[in-house]
Every structure is written in C-alpha cells, then in structure tokens.
C-alpha cells in the first residue's frame, strides 16, 4: 500500500523559503494528483495546491503568489516550496495523494511540524 | 476563497447517532457531488472516511455515512463509540478548479 513521509526542515526564519519533499512509496507517483495541505497547531486543515505527475500544479488562490509544488518522477517524490514566510505560516504540513483533481486525499502522510522563527 | 461551515463541535452519547453538517455555496458544496470527510483521532493525520457525497472506502466502519442537500452536507455517525472521538473535516471541490476544506468539527463522547 502507498505510504507518504514528509522530510525538511523544522525550522526556517521568517522572510526566507520553506522547502519540503515527500517520499512516495508502494506505488508510482505516475498517475495520480500529489497534494500538500497545512493546519496551523490547534486549527483546522488549510489545502495547499497540488501537482499533476505530469508537473501541471493547481494552488490556493491565498497562497498562489508564494507556493511552488514540484513533481520529480525519477525520484517518486514531490516538493513544495512556501516563499516569503512569517509566523502565521508556522503549522504542521501534510502532503497526500489526491485521487483526481476533484479532491479524494488518500492516503496521507504522518505530517511535519515547521515553526518559522528567528 | 472561503472555508466551509462546519459546528465547532458536537457531541452524543454512546449508541447514540450524531450529525456533522458542512455548509458552503453553489459554487461548491451545492454545485458538485465532490464532497469528502476526513476524521483526525488524537495525535494522528487525518484519515478518509467520505467521498464523493455518499462513498465510503474499504476499511471505513458501516456505521459511516454521508449525505447532501442543497449546500449542506452532512456526515453521520450512528451507533456512537469512545473510538469515534475525534475531529472531523469536510472538503468540496469548488468552481475554480480548487479544493478547500471545512473548519472542523470536534466530536465528543459523553
């Protein structure tokens, strides 16, 4: 069965990019939608934007100015990249497949914890 | 684009049904039969009970279901257990080629 695990680092300064990758594995990354979703502690789940395998990405109309999410088939993982960060973006991030482009999350990683901070 | 509407929380007592309700617009929990629920148990990533309205993947206890009406959707839980203690989200595929998702709903078992 398809797994998902987050990997980056916890902590980034405000102003600078936040970078997360997500390693797929038990499946292929080809032929699916792939979706990063955050939830600030104590908050509700706020969807990200998504990448086709094929690199074509859809994002948060919120978030769009600043989000990147990229597709690397030849690694079966995909990445996100939050540019500009502040205290409001600290949250627990989850990246997840996405059944179609209509929603569907699952399954989903175990989540990661980034603070932004100085 | 806006969250969907969801109770804070709700509670019920064991064996008892409880009823989640997502509310949003036309122009995406009204418009489209792509409505999902997810329950987040304590400490734990969010898990898939609910798709597509009405779907209910492998795996996912019987005693789950969901429902539409006009912009209202709603997720029910009957037979309740201590188990079932946990936050609950809706997500709906909107007009604008995005998906968003609900505030949560906090469900307690008296």
């Known amino acids: 069965q398809v797994q998902l695990q987050e990997s980056g680092p916890g902590l980034v300064k405000p102003s600078e990019t936040l970078s997360l990758t997500c390693i797929v594995s038990?499946?292929?990354?080809?032929?699916?939608?792939w979706s990063w979703i955050r939830q600030p502690l104590g908050k509700g789940l706020e969807w990200i934007g998504y990448?086709?395998?094929?690199?074509?990405?859809k994002y948060n109309p919120s978030l769009k100015s600043r989000v990147t999410i990229s597709v690397d088939t030849s690694k079966n993982q995909f990445s996100l990249k939050l540019r500009s960060v502040t205290a409001a973006d600290t949250a627990v991030y989850y990246c997840?497949?996405?059944?179609?482009?209509?929603?569907?999350?699952?399954?989903w990683g175990q989540g990661t914890l980034v603070t932004v901070s100085s | 684009q806006s969250a969907l509407t969801q109770p804070a929380s709700v509670s019920g007592s064991p064996g008892q049904s409880v009823t989640i309700t997502c509310t949003g617009t036309?122009?995406?929990?009204?418009?489209?039969?792509?409505v999902s629920w997810y329950g987040q148990y304590p400490g734990k990533a969010p898990k898939l009970l609910i798709y597509?309205?009405?779907h209910r993947p492998s795996g996912v206890s019987s005693r789950v279901s969901g429902s539409k009406s006009g912009n209202t959707a709603s997720l029910t839980i009957s037979g309740l257990q201590a188990e079932d203690e946990a936050d609950y989200f809706c997500?709906?595929?909107?007009?604008?080629?995005?998906?968003?998702f609900g505030g949560g709903t906090k469900l307690t078992v008296l």
């Open positions: 997840s497949r996405v059944m179609y482009s209509r929603g569907r999350f699952d399954p």
């Open positions: 038990g499946d292929s990354i080809n032929n699916y939608y």
């Open positions: 990448v086709y395998y094929s690199g074509s990405a």
């Open positions: 036309s122009s995406d929990v009204g418009g489209y039969n792509y």
């Open positions: 597509d309205v009405i």
């Open positions: 997500s709906s595929y909107t007009d604008s080629s995005t998906l968003v």
